[in-house]
């Protein structure tokens, strides 16, 4: 259905932009890549890799949405294309983006170059780009999944607000569903919020981050 596509499309583009390339550059010090990297003794600039490959995404990802598009409507303007990519990518990221430069103490410059690569890739296949619209039938979207993708949607930022919100001093949300190990990936600047089942152990008071 048109609703799965656009789903598709929306989760690919938060996918490739917020984790593979803002996330990527956001934090230098305790990042996944930063940390895999600084494990083998590679060079922090590698990161860009990363970058790189979600500009490559960015163009199938906006080549789909502008098909999708032309079910509905064969004829479209290069002013239509461009508020399509608009309406349909950007709110997203920078949503999220809003929410961590209001709690972060400081963005790095690179993360907000991270950020806006892959939107202006996008805007590039706007402003050239006319794909043709799917060859094979995709039925339009009704109300009952309008209902259950906003459903998915509010349990999906609920999730993300408790397991990963940025909060002050450079501080992050957390969920800790385990006793603290050495091997459980909370760290100190992480404030976790635990499960019921460990509310009432004596080992859930434990300082994140050490061994239990």
Do not use: K
Not at 20 to 43: I, K, T, Y
Not at 69 to 87: E, K, N
Not at 113 to 127: N, R
């Amino acid at each position: 259905s048109l609703t799965r596509q656009l789903v598709a499309v929306q989760g690919a583009w938060v996918a490739l932009v917020i984790g593979a390339s803002w996330q990527v550059l956001l934090d230098s010090d305790h990042g996944h890549v930063a940390r895999w990297l600084g494990f083998r003794n590679l060079p922090d600039e590698l990161r860009w890799v990363a970058v790189g490959a979600a500009v490559a995404a960015a163009v199938p990802v906006a080549l789909r949405l502008l098909s999708l598009a032309r079910i509905s409507r064969h004829h479209m303007s290069r002013a239509h294309r461009l508020g399509l990519v608009a309406l349909h990518l950007l709110p997203v990221p920078a949503a999220w983006a809003g929410v961590v430069t209001t709690v972060a103490p400081a963005v790095p410059i690179e993360a907000w170059v991270a950020l806006s690569v892959p939107h202006l890739t996008a805007i590039l296949v706007a402003w050239f780009g006319y794909p043709a619209p799917p060859t094979y039938a995709i039925t339009a979207a009704s109300l009952r999944s309008g209902f259950v993708l906003a459903v998915v949607a509010g349990l999906t930022w609920a999730a993300f607000f408790v397991a990963g919100r940025p909060l002050p001093s450079a501080n992050a949300a957390a969920i800790q569903w385990s006793h603290a190990t050495a091997t459980n990936n909370i760290r100190e600047w992480m404030q976790p919020w635990r499960a019921p089942w460990l509310a009432d152990s004596p080992r859930s008071a434990d300082r994140p981050g050490n061994p239990g």
